[in-house]
């Protein structure tokens, strides 16, 4: 079984060097990581570039529309192996993640997505390798559409899908866009149309370092953050629907 690593990037020299390593030394000869770039003004992509030459397993993609989203959409959109796993730029792969994640795909091939828990630390954390939150232990985890659309329990960083997938959910419907949460409706997705899994040892350090640009939200905005995800998944699920009619 072959990974695609969908990676969106964005003036992330900081951090981007780390999690390249911690990517790199997992990876099989015929995995690949697909990184989009949104126009990055500082070094990131020269970085990018200058790991390319040492690495022919590393993709690299300007992304023409911008935007978090869109951003993801692209990387999404130019991977080319069995599964994808999403990663964002700053995190830090523990050492069994990619093998954890095709060992739990390879065992049953009903399962679609995997979710699997991390360690929420900050950077000192990090490079000690102690200390941090256990992600599963403080945060909602549940199947079902209904449930994740109340309170979501997957996050992007953790996720990995078959390959298949991606017909289910590109194009991603525009309104995602306001509120740059994909990864909450590619789980919606997967959980309405097969087998999802949560993996419960921690995988990835999640980096806390307050310039993350995942999206806290006022109590006010969450209903329409819901209202939109469910319209979201609504007209994806209508536009299946009608591209299975037409091929049948």
């Known amino acids: 079984m072959e990974a695609s690593i969908a990676m969106a990037t964005y003036n992330g020299e900081s951090y981007i060097s780390a999690q390249l390593d911690s990517i790199l030394c997992q990876l099989d000869v015929n995995d690949e990581i697909v990184i989009s770039d949104d126009g990055s003004i500082d070094s990131t992509q020269q970085i990018i570039k200058e790991y390319m030459l040492r690495d022919g397993r590393i993709k690299f993609f300007q992304n023409s529309k911008h935007g978090v989203v869109n951003n993801f959409e692209n990387a999404i959109l130019n991977t080319k192996k069995d599964i994808i796993l999403l990663a964002d730029q700053d995190d830090v792969w523990m050492p069994n993640k990619l093998f954890s994640i095709k060992k739990a795909m390879s065992s049953d091939p009903e399962i679609i997505l995997v979710m699997h828990n991390f360690i929420e630390a900050t950077n000192k954390e990090i490079e000690e390798k ?119």
Do not use: A
């Not at 659309?149 to 991603?172: A, D, H, N, Q, T």
């Not at 997705?189 to 640009?213: A, K």
């Open 130 to 248: 102690k200390g941090g939150i256990n992600s599963f232990e403080v945060r909602n985890r549940k199947h079902g559409v209904i449930n994740n659309l109340v309170k979501c329990g997957y996050w992007g960083c953790c996720m990995g899908f078959r390959s298949e997938v991606k017909k289910l959910i590109l194009p991603f419907p525009k309104q995602l866009s306001k509120y740059d949460k994909h990864d909450i409706y590619i789980s919606l997705v997967c959980e309405y149309y097969g087998r999802c899994l949560f993996i419960e040892e921690p995988l990835l350090y999640h980096r806390n370092h307050g310039d993350n640009v995942s999206q806290t939200l006022s109590v006010k905005n969450r209903f329409l953050v819901r209202f939109n995800l469910f319209c979201s998944v609504v007209e994806t699920l209508i536009r299946n629907h009608k591209q299975d009619k037409k091929s049948k």
